[in-house]
C-alpha cells in the first residue's frame, strides 16, 4: 500500500516546468514600438532628402539617424523575447542592454543639456514626449534584458 501522505508525483520534469513564455502584452508593446518607428521613417527620408513641401520642420541630423538604426536593432531584440526566438546570440543582447542605455541616456539627455547638440535641431522642452520616451526606453531595456540575462530556456543548446 502506498503512503497516503506522499506528494503526488509528476511526470513533467524540472526542467520544462522552468520555461516561462513572455506574456502577451510583450507581442502588442512590439507591434506598437514598429508602428512607432515606421510612423518616424518616412520624416526621416524627407529630411534626408530635402522635401520643403511639409509642413513640419525636421532637421535631423546624423545622431537622428543613427538613432533611428539604433532602436530598429532593439527592436530586433524585442522581437526576439516577445515571440520566443533566438536571433544572434546570448553575448550579443548582454552587450546590446548596456550599450542601448549609454546611448539612450547620452542622446537624450547629455548631448542637449550638456554640450548643446539637440536632436532633430529643436530645443529640448519639458512636455509629454519626454515623460513617453523614458518609459519606452525602460520597456525596451527591460526586454532586452529578459531576453539576454534570464531567457535560459531560450539559449540552451537544442
Not at 122 to 147: G, N, S
Request: aromatic fraction near 18%; proline fraction near 6%; glycine fraction near 6%.
Amino acid at each position: 500500500m502506498s503512503d497516503l501522505y506522499a506528494p503526488p508525483k509528476s511526470e513533467v520534469s524540472e526542467g520544462e516546468m522552468a520555461i516561462k513564455e513572455p506574456i502577451v502584452i510583450w507581442k502588442i508593446f512590439f507591434v506598437v514600438y514598429v508602428l512607432l518607428n515606421l510612423f518616424a521613417a518616412p520624416f526621416l527620408i524627407m529630411s534626408f532628402i530635402g522635401a520643403d513641401y511639409l509642413e513640419i520642420e525636421l532637421n535631423a541630423g546624423a545622431l537622428d539617424y543613427l538613432d533611428w538604426l539604433i532602436q530598429c536593432a532593439m527592436m530586433v531584440g524585442l522581437f526576439g523575447y516577445a515571440f520566443s526566438r533566438r536571433i544572434g546570440g546570448r553575448a550579443l543582447w548582454r552587450a546590446a542592454l548596456p550599450a542601448y542605455v549609454v546611448w539612450y541616456v547620452s542622446y537624450a539627455f547629455i548631448l542637449p543639456f550638456g554640450f548643446g547638440v539637440l536632436p532633430y535641431n529643436e530645443p529640448p522642452t519639458l512636455d509629454w514626449t519626454m515623460a513617453i520616451d523614458p518609459l519606452f526606453t525602460l520597456a525596451v531595456a527591460q526586454a532586452l534584458y529578459l531576453y539576454g540575462f534570464s531567457s535560459d530556456h531560450l539559449w540552451r543548446e537544442r
